[in-house]
């Protein structure tokens, strides 16, 4: 199976971006409110 690749958006997060972010994502509470 060929896996297609995409151009990717100004907005994307870089690995090292998420690396910085992501520790604080864990902080929240799963009561916290959710995005749709």
Not at 1 to 23: C, G, H, L, N
């Amino acid at each position: 199976m060929q896996t297609i690749t995409r151009k990717p958006y100004p907005t994307d997060v870089s690995d090292e971006e998420w690396a910085f972010v992501a520790p604080y994502l864990a902080l929240m509470p799963e009561s916290s409110a959710q995005r749709a």
